[in-house]
């Protein structure tokens, strides 16, 4: 493989497997510091010996990609605050769900949920002790509740909260996910609770905010629905806090999100845009030096603006060696590059390996820079619209072969209009964003006419408009695909083998291309024997009861759902993906269920379980049965006791302390989870 001839691509590579070892195993600070500091003593030794004798060894070679392997763990651990004695978790451990006087900064300001507005915060003190650290802030909401500012430091007593695992089988992982930006609680408190703290001091993402917040209060005097205010933000600040359910929804379904984060084509015009402004610079003495420090430092300005997100950091990188290589006359390689970007940014940032916008932000730029070529060769027409088009469309396609199968993994869908919707907006897009930044420069200097904002603001709602045509085309939106990460391993492996073959064409290509598909073949059948046989699930939902029988790739579902809190209900959904299910049949309530030997009964709100012919293995109690618990477990001696979330807190909490008295398993599925009874 060529591209491996390249050294900082071995190297990067290496990196990325420390990195992952380094995530996945339980390798201590000290452990990873010794062995990476005898591994580059080694490296040394090597090296002087070969460059004395001027001899090529392997031994050098095996020696370099170890160390950096090696780096990539120590840089991994090293990132990790909890590794230091000053992080919160070491004092928050010795007294567990206790009030805490604690004071911290806000950080970042999330997307509000339903209850709560969320903050990232940077812990500062918690009980007059310095700490570090960052946690999850979550304030409830009501009418007079105001947006809390980024830099703001408060004081409050509350206590540090667990963060949740998810309670149903194949939902989203949110406290994986935080724990990969290093956030291991979450606080929960009210705007009344909080006390402010005087401070002067400001931090970056303070005054990234504070530019943010001045260029939309600017904006505001022209009269911008919130859904243009909203994609503004998007497309030239990096923040879609604001956009809402629907309009977001639309870009998913048309294959169009991208557009909404920042990424190389934006930084990729901003930079054409520097270049033509301080193209005069480089007439003077040293001009290019001083004309690649200006172009960088502005474009890391505006990746902090734009909130340092993966997919900023990663282009904004990547333009950064692009503008110094052409400034200083050095020649770039496109895969070079690429490597060189990913290495800085995760000797920096080695969680961002994690990222989905990282990981398909990459994979894009590399299909595209693989196969865009060899697409955009198979026809030529000598009409530039003509061409124009069919370069948009071959680069979407490109794009699509490197995250299609990341996309499906993730997300569980295939826009399949994505090349249209990306063949009107992407060629138009360079002059929306080009317009965007002339509207706000004008907006801050209190210049801009409001013919051409609300021009501006219509063009964008035409865009909004386009979009939401495509996503409502539901015909073309494939919906609940199963994908698991051998499917994503394989499809990478085929894709590879497909363009190999297309650009040599020779045995040994078409040789490694059906070994591919074989397999893939495997990967399937593998899949197919590895789905769950038969289980009984009882799920939990909140104020319901929801059940589950899966047998031999069908399941049964047994609820109490209303009509709309069934559409947008996903813990079905999500269950049948990530099994692989194909049919789902819908049931009633039953007073007995019967699994092979064992026996579950359901007790609901009317409190009836008379029964002497049988004696149940499992309770479950639904709907909150008045019932003496005691007396219940005398006369029929369950082995367990399960709670679903229909239940009163209260009456939970009851049973539960019986059950603890009388060591008898209670099963919560508020706190413990989907229970499940595999037979």
């Known amino acids: ?104 900064r806000i950080r970042e300001v999330l997307k509000p949920g339903n209850y709560y507005d969320k903050y990232i915060i940077d812990l500062l003190d918690v009980d007059n002790n310095k700490i570090s650290g960052k946690s999850l802030l979550n304030i409830e909401k009501d009418d007079a509740t105001k947006p809390l500012k980024v830099d703001a430091i408060y004081i409050t007593k509350t206590e540090f909260k667990d963060l949740t695992n998810p309670l149903n089988p194949h939902q989203f992982n949110y406290k994986s996910y935080l724990e990969k930006k290093y956030i291991y609680h979450q606080i929960f408190t009210s705007e009344a609770s909080l006390f402010k703290a005087n401070t002067r001091n400001s931090t970056l993402f303070g005054i990234a905010n504070s530019i943010r917040n001045h260029i939309n209060e600017k904006l505001k005097h022209y009269n911008f629905k919130p859904d243009e205010l909203a994609i503004i933000n998007a497309l030239l600040l990096g923040q879609r806090q604001d956009i809402s359910e629907e309009v977001y929804t639309s870009y998913t379904n048309a294959g169009a999100i991208h557009i909404l984060a920042i990424s190389g084509l934006h930084i990729g015009l901003i930079l054409l845009i520097l270049e033509f402004i301080f193209k005069p610079v480089t007439h003077v003495k040293h001009g290019k030096l001083f004309n690649a420090i200006i172009l960088v430092s502005i474009l890391w300005c505006f990746a902090i603006i734009a909130g340092l997100s993966a997919s900023v950091t990663r282009a904004v990188t990547m333009f950064s060696i692009v503008a110094i290589a052409k400034n200083l006359n050095r020649p770039t390689n496109i895969y070079n590059t690429l490597a060189i970007s990913a290495f800085i940014i995760l000797l920096f940032k080695p969680m961002f390996l994690f990222d989905v916008g990282f990981q398909l932000s990459y994979l894009a730029v590399f299909a595209i820079v693989a196969i865009d070529p060899l697409l955009y060769k198979l026809w030529k027409t000598k009409y530039w619209l003509t061409d124009k088009l069919w370069h948009t469309f071959t680069v979407t396609v490109s794009a699509q ?158 609820s109490d759902l209303d009509s709309v809190t069934k559409s947008k209900n996903n813990i079905i959904k999500d269950y049948i993906v990530g099994n692989h299910i194909k049919t789902v049949e819908q049931d009633t309530f039953e007073s007995v269920y019967f699994f092979n030997k064992k026996k579950l009964l359901v007790i609901d709100s009317l409190g009836i379980y008379n029964i002497k012919s049988f004696q149940p293995d499992y309770i479950l109690l639904r709907q909150s049965p008045k019932i003496n618990l005691n007396r219940l477990i005398d006369s029929i001696n369950p082995m367990y006791i399960i709670a679903d979330g229909s239940n009163y807190k209260s009456y939970i909490a009851h049973w539960e302390s019986i059950c603890k008295k009388r060591k008898l398993p209670f099963h919560q599925t508020s706190k413990k989870g989907a229970f499940i009874i595999e037979y």
């Not at 390249?6 to 452990?31: E, H, P, R, W």
């Not at 004008?442 to 063009?459: E, I, K, R």
């Open 1 to 104: 493989m060529k591209l491996l001839n390249f050294s900082i691509i071995k190297l990067t590579v290496c990196l990325i497997t420390g990195i992952a070892t380094g995530y996945l195993l339980d390798i201590s600070l000290a452990l990873s510091l010794q062995l990476t500091g005898i591994s580059l003593v080694m490296l040394s030794i090597f090296y002087i010996v070969a460059r004395k004798q001027f001899l090529k060894t392997i031994w050098f070679g095996t020696f370099s990609f170890t160390a950096m392997t090696l780096i990539g763990i120590l840089i991994t651990n090293l990132h990790n605050e909890k590794n230091y004695s000053n992080h919160y978790t070491h004092q928050i451990s010795k007294e567990k769900d206790s009030l805490k006087t604690i004071t911290f």
């Open 401 to 558: 072969f490197g995250i299609i199968p990341l996309s499906l993994y993730y997300f569980h869908q295939f826009p399949s209009l994505f090349f249209l919707s990306n063949l009107v907006i992407i060629p138009l897009l360079g002059y929306i964003l080009g317009a965007g930044i002339c509207i706000i420069l004008l907006a801050v200097l209190n210049s801009l006419p409001q013919f051409l904002a609300t021009s501006y603001g219509h063009v964008i709602g035409l865009m909004n408009g386009f979009v939401s045509w495509i996503s409502k085309q539901e015909s073309f939106l494939f919906k609940d695909i199963p994908f698991n990460i051998l499917y994503v391993l394989v499809s990478y492996i085929v894709v590879f083998a497909l363009v190999q073959f297309y650009i040599k064409r020779t045995f040994m290509a078409l040789r490694f291309l059906l070994i591919a598909i074989i397999i893939g073949q495997c990967a399937l059948i593998f899949t197919t024997y590895e789905r769950p046989k038969n289980e009984f699930i009882v799920f939990h939902k909140s104020r319901y009861s929801l059940l589950g029988n899966s047998t031999n790739n069908k399941i049964t579902i047994i």
